[in-house]
């Protein structure tokens, strides 16, 4: 058995060369909520010292909110910030002869996406319109990921190691107690019933039905590299690989 960790790098918090060795791929932030052209070229060289899969983190473009906002910008204006975002990374890699294995939204409009058809379609659109064989990566049963795979583009199901979960598996508002998980074992059993169970224990103590090939561990979390060392050596004791 295998799973992927994910880590969104880039953003600032100073500790994406020491959570490197504990992830299989990585989500650089491409300027929109943080980053530059100095942030993404330090992390893809990092990524490639450790073999790490490189994906591009876009958002909407609003670095005073960190992306956690949604803004009233419109359709047009939104896919080409989207697009504008991967290429930036992607003209970096190319430099440094690497390639883009996916591309992951970042907060509001990730969750906008999951739930909002308009917000699903936009992203959607820009990532079709880059032409690239990347993977997407979303969450399960969520509107964009069934747009996404109608348009033949490759996903995978992404779950949140240092989140609570909703019962229709929304993630729970930052601004409510409890939403975002700190303790290494409480997170390790609730990612390892979503890989082995495919269950998530919800904030209502119910268990739903999820699908995961991906875990995410935020990487602003301010116990993020605790959490994906415990994660890594947890995981690879009980023989399900990090890939």
């Known amino acids: 058995m295998e799973i992927d960790i994910n880590c969104d ?13 504990y992830i299989s791929s990585c989500n650089i932030a491409c300027g929109a909520h943080a980053g530059d052209s100095a942030t993404m070229s330090k992390t893809i060289t990092l990524a490639k010292k450790h073999h790490v899969k490189i994906g591009a983190h876009p958002s909407y473009p609003d670095r005073v909110n960190f992306g956690r906002k949604v803004l009233d910008i419109s359709s047009s204006e939104l896919i080409t910030s989207i697009q504008d975002q991967v290429m930036s990374l992607k003209t970096l890699l190319a430099k440094s002869d690497n390639t883009l294995n996916h591309i992951k939204p970042h907060g509001a409009l990730y969750n906008e996406a999951a739930i909002n058809k308009e917000v699903a379609s936009i992203v959607v659109t820009a990532v079709k319109n880059l032409e690239d064989d990347v993977q997407l990566y979303v969450p399960y049963k969520s509107i964009i990921a069934a747009l996404a795979e109608s348009e033949g583009i490759q996903i995978k199901y992404e779950g949140f190691a240092d989140r609570a979960y909703e019962d229709d598996l929304q993630l729970v508002s930052r601004a409510l107690n409890g939403s975002v998980l700190h303790d290494p074992e409480v997170i390790y059993q609730h990612v390892v019933r979503m890989i082995n169970d495919q269950q998530v224990a919800t904030i209502s103590g119910n268990l739903k039905e999820i699908i995961v090939d991906t875990i995410c561990v935020h990487g602003d979390n301010p116990n993020a590299l605790g959490i994906v060392k415990y994660l890594f050596e947890k995981l690879t004791a009980e023989g399900i690989s990090i890939k």
């Open 9 to 21: 790098l880039g953003e600032g918090m100073d500790n994406d060369e020491a959570i490197m060795p």
